[in-house]
Nanobody, 124 residues
């Protein structure tokens, strides 16, 4: 089992920045491929970004490319999402997810473990 706990969400003005963190426990973190997803009110959960187990490879949704950066610190068992140039369209609950399949993944069904989410609200 893997336990994931997100933090760092909050209220920010448009154009601002936030950094989300996801603390992992219960499994060797460096073996896990990780991802961030988000779910806006009334919408389906969608992929945001993913990173391979060593951090060598990253992948982003087109909507966040160039603004968001996913990274990880395997020594701290922590995943990050740096979010810059935020807009009201980024308002959502953000979830981190983990998979031990060894592959970088973008689909919801690819991930086995999920955090509880952290809320991000961007005001205009």
């Amino acid at each position: 089992q893997v336990q994931l706990v997100e933090s760092g969400g909050g209220l920010v003005q448009a154009g601002g920045s936030l950094r989300l963190s996801c603390a992992a426990s219960g499994r060797t973190f460096s073996w896990l491929s990780m991802g961030w997803f988000r779910q806006a009110p009334g919408k389906d959960r969608e992929f945001v970004a993913a990173i391979s187990w060593r951090g060598t490879y990253t992948y982003y949704a087109d909507s966040v490319k160039g603004r968001f950066t996913i990274s990880r610190d395997n020594a701290k068992n922590t995943l990050y999402l740096q979010m810059n140039s935020l807009s009201p369209e980024d308002t959502a609950d953000y979830y981190c997810a983990a998979t031990d399949t060894g592959r970088i993944a973008t689909g919801i069904r690819d991930y086995d473990y999920w955090g509880q989410g952290t809320q991000v609200t961007v005001s205009s």
